[in-house]
């Protein structure tokens, strides 16, 4: 399930599953959006990227789900593995410089 | 080569020293930023270098003092930092594929930074 409170949201899920991670975007010029991982010690890791003209866009195991009615941005991981465990972060560009959601922590479940 | 090296990992410093936190990216990038992260916390943008040039400087105080001396390089100067300064700092670079709009943005591993 998900925790939203004083400390950084997180989502758990049990290994083999589907996780769905959730990111509300402020912006209505921003245009191309970025999901990031990070793990502890570590700088972000680009996962996934998409662009205004897409409500959709597929990777290897991980999708993005663009809804620009509601500014709304989702990154599904497929069968979720221990090494998916890590903090996600969304990034909206409308300019030249990106702005950062809250995050969501993934925690994998054995 | 998609990487974004940042040096030193880890750095401790007094709040009299001055130090200098090194990023380099052989990307062809021509934007460059610098991120400060505090913990649990999303990066945060300090300032921007578009074609060399300071671009965008998001208030931050003259403590920190970014350079950057060309197009693979950036540096962030510090001098008496205080300790609510500790953070990581993170580098990135991005292309710019229509002059002011920005693509992908690479981050390096980020910089440790514990002021005492």
């Known amino acids: 399930g998900e925790s939203v409170g004083l400390h950084l949201p997180t989502l758990s899920v049990q290994e083999g599953d589907n996780s769905i991670i959730n990111c509300a975007y402020s912006?209505?010029?921003?245009?191309?959006f970025i999901w990031y991982k990070q793990e502890s010690g570590k700088g972000p890791q680009f996962i996934i990227d998409?662009?205004?003209?897409?409500d959709k866009r597929q990777g290897q195991r991980v999708t993005v789900l663009l809804n620009k009615t509601v500014k709304h941005l989702s990154l599904q991981i497929a069968a979720t593995q221990p090494g998916d465990s890590a903090v996600y972060f969304c990034?909206?560009?409308?300019?030249?410089?990106?702005?950062f959601g809250p995050g969501t922590r993934l925690s994998v479940l054995p | 080569d998609t990487e974004v090296t940042q040096t030193p990992k880890h750095l401790v410093m007094g709040m009299t020293n001055k130090k200098s936190l090194k990023c380099e990216q052989h990307?062809?990038?021509?934007?460059m930023y610098w991120y400060k992260q505090k913990a649990k916390k999303p990066p945060e943008l300090m300032f921007v270098y578009s074609y060399e040039k300071l671009s965008i400087n998001e208030s931050v105080p003259s403590r920190f003092s970014p350079e950057c001396p060309n197009s693979s390089l950036l540096n962030l100067h510090l001098h008496a930092l205080q300790p609510e300064d500790s953070a990581l700092y993170l580098c990135?670079?991005?292309?710019?594929?229509?002059?002011?709009?920005?693509?992908?943005?690479?981050f390096g591993e980020g910089s440790r930074l514990t002021v005492l």
């Open positions: 990135a670079s991005s292309p710019l594929d229509v002059p002011q709009r920005s693509g992908e943005l690479f």
């Open positions: 998409i662009r205004s003209n897409m």
């Open positions: 990034a909206e560009n409308g300019g030249q410089n990106f702005v």
């Open positions: 990307m062809g990038h021509r934007a």
């Open positions: 912006n209505s010029a921003s245009d191309y």
